[in-house]
T-cell receptor, first 115, second 113 residues
Framework: GAVVSQHPSWVICKSGTSVKIECRSL??????MFWYRQFPKQSLMLMAT?????????EQGVEKDKFLINHASLTLSTLTVTSAHPEDSSFYIC???????????FGPGTRLTVL | GQSLEQPSEVTAVEGAIVQINCTYQ??????LSWYQQHDGGAPTFLSY????GLEETGRFSSFLSRSDSYGYLLLQELQMKDSASYFC??????????????FGGGTRLMVKP
């Protein structure tokens, strides 16, 4: 149980294009989903937290107009990187939890490369 | 705010025991989690300590001392496949967002034959 999937697993795009990453909880309802970014050999940095049906809460320094998060259902959250640039190249990982103060379950990650 | 400190790298040989320490300074604290991440992969949950003491799960054990803001992950009978990065993470609840995690910088463990 508690499986989280991400799609795509990797994507290469041209600078200036937008990329959408999906995060799904496959066998449970995720009241909260989290989006992290990880640069090579660094830690996971929380970008934003989203609760189903409400606006995402972004961490300081993360541009909400650039990283659009939608959590339309209890099993799906999407992250759209708008007008991507090479510095946005990173490993994007989502996680999901079922209720307050419960374990986070991580997706397999999406490696984004912007040329 | 939250800050967590752990060593950046540890090297050990197969069959040995290694301890990865984590100290934290946090405004809120529910517990300390440990995650393993292989290169190119996602973090996988190893253990969680909410109370003081030692939690054992197979070859891996985790310890917490809330009064010292300190914990460690103990890996026994090291195997080559244990070569990975290990992250401690403080679990907290903020902004009604449920279970929040703040990660340490990670410790890269290299197991040698």
């Amino acid at each position: 149980g508690a499986v989280v999937s991400q799609h795509p697993s990797w994507v290469i795009c041209k600078s200036g294009t937008s990329v959408k990453i999906e995060c799904r909880s496959l066998d449970f309802q995720a009241t909260t989903m989290f989006w992290y970014r990880q640069f090579p050999k660094q830690s996971l940095m929380l970008m934003a937290t989203s609760n189903e049906g409400s606006k995402a809460t972004y961490e300081q320094g993360v541009e909400k107009d650039k990283f659009l998060i939608n959590h339309a259902s209890l099993t799906l959250s999407t992250l759209t990187v708008t007008s991507a640039h090479p510095e946005d190249s990173s490993f994007y990982i989502c996680s999901a939890s079922q209720r307050e103060a419960s374990e986070q379950f991580f997706g397999p990650g999406t490696r984004l490369t912007v040329l | 705010g939250q800050s967590l400190e752990q060593p950046s790298e540890v090297t050990a040989v197969e069959g040995a025991i290694v301890q990865i320490n984590c100290t934290y300074q946090t405004s809120g604290f529910y517990g300390l989690s440990w995650y393993q991440q292989h290169d190119g992969g996602a973090p996988t949950f190893l253990s969680y300590n909410a109370l003081d003491g030692l939690e054992e799960t197979g070859r891996f054990s985790s310890f917490l001392s809330r009064s010292d803001s300190y914990g460690y992950l103990l890996l026994q009978e090291l195997q080559m496949k244990d070569s990975a990065s290990y992250f401690c993470a403080v679990r907290d609840v903020q902004n009604n967002a449920g279970n929040m995690l703040t990660f340490g910088g990670g410790t890269r463990l290299m197991v040698k034959p």
